[in-house]
């Protein structure tokens, strides 16, 4: 199993573009380099993977952004430096698929559903929790957000699209063990990682897989490479966080600003960070996360809500519904009081 594994990832990493194996030349020409930084560590997640002389590498933060230290040497190198040093080495060193003996949860594990939770309903606020604070960018070059959760042409968009070119690799943000590979409608082809804390990752539109269903994974192994499957406009990762089936707003947990941090040990999520439609896909939202379960029901409870437009009902309907009057629902949604409703449309009571 290891050996299919190792062929069929040195097999991905071989389809990456060519100036992919020239920073791998200038990785390995820097770290025989001694270099002397100001840096923070980071005591959470100490790098578990020797390098193919032996030594370990650890994370560190760097002029605000995550980075690796070499143990032996102390030559430190940017997250982009190290992952490609990582690939450039698979074949020579220890991968210790699972180093801290984490615990892969079982429940409603089915590798021919990317969401094997649609009879599960989940009580909200809900919290979850992660044993580090750091975590590792999916995509290699500079990150940037083409579209994030939320509204989005009247649809939803549950996940975060981060752009990338066809061919680069993507990575598993967290240790974990994957749950599903394959393609799946809208998403393409798609692989689906569980964590130690019951969230799952998933990452789609990729041109190509490097791993298989119940892998167990590291963090920043690559997982295969971006691409545009699926219903897709062009190439990019879509990149969505669930936890036992239910959407999170991927922003609320991680921070994409390039220190690379989780933003809490424990976090609650209120149904406002399970919503699209209490966000907008094409500007960041207001975050204030949640760190007990009292703040979690105040703020839930002073979140809008909605109601969904069935067949035959009209803004006379609805108001007399939830004791409102056709002006203030208009107000709230910016509608005029003769305005046609379709059935299935979103209207703001609250």
């Not at 990729?206 to 219903?231: H, P, W």
């Not at 056709?326 to 009571?349: D, H, P, T, W």
Request: aromatic fraction near 10%; include cysteine; hydrophobic fraction near 35%.
């Amino acid at each position: 199993m290891f050996a299919f594994a190792l062929k069929n990832t040195i097999a991905i990493y071989k389809m990456t573009p060519i100036y992919n194996h020239l920073k791998v030349v200038f990785t390995l020409f820097i770290l025989a380099l001694s270099t002397s930084f100001t840096y923070s560590q980071i005591e959470d997640t100490p790098l578990v993977e020797p390098d193919s002389m032996g030594s370990f590498f650890s994370k560190i933060i760097l002029d605000g952004k995550l980075a690796y230290q070499n143990k032996k040497t102390n030559v430190i190198l940017s997250q982009s430096e190290f992952l490609l040093l990582k690939d450039a080495n698979f074949e020579r060193i220890l991968i210790k698929n699972n180093p801290a003996g984490y615990q892969f949860s079982d429940d409603h594990w089915q590798g021919d559903k990317v969401n094997p939770y649609r009879d599960v309903t989940l009580p909200t606020p809900f919290r979850i929790n992660f044993n580090q604070t750091t975590f590792t960018h999916p995509v290699d070059n500079e990150i940037k957000i083409t579209s994030r959760f939320g509204r989005r042409r009247r649809r939803p968009h549950r996940g975060l699209d981060l752009d990338l070119v066809t061919g680069d690799a993507v990575r598993s943000m967290l240790p974990g063990k994957v749950r599903f590979v394959g393609y799946s409608s809208g998403h393409g082809k798609t692989v689906v990682v569980r964590h130690a804390n019951d969230i799952e990752t998933v990452y789609a539109h990729l041109s190509a897989y490097s791993v298989k269903e119940d892998d167990l994974v590291t963090e920043g192994q690559m997982l295969g490479l971006g691409g545009n499957t699926g219903r897709s406009t062009g190439s990019h990762l879509h990149l969505e966080v669930r936890y036992k089936g239910v959407c999170i707003h991927p922003e609320y947990v991680f921070n994409f600003d390039g220190s690379n941090t989780i933003r809490g040990s424990e976090l609650w999520v209120s149904k406002g960070w399970q919503s699209p439609r209490s966000h907008s896909a094409y500007r960041k939202s207001e975050l204030k996360p949640l760190f007990t379960k009292e703040a979690a029901i105040i703020a839930q409870n002073s979140e809008p809500r909605y109601h969904r437009i069935r067949k035959g009902e009209t803004l006379s309907h609805v108001a007399t519904r939830y004791h409102l009057s056709v002006r203030e629902i208009c107000r709230m949604n910016n509608l005029y009081q003769n305005s046609v409703l379709k059935i299935g449309q979103a209207i703001k009571i609250r």
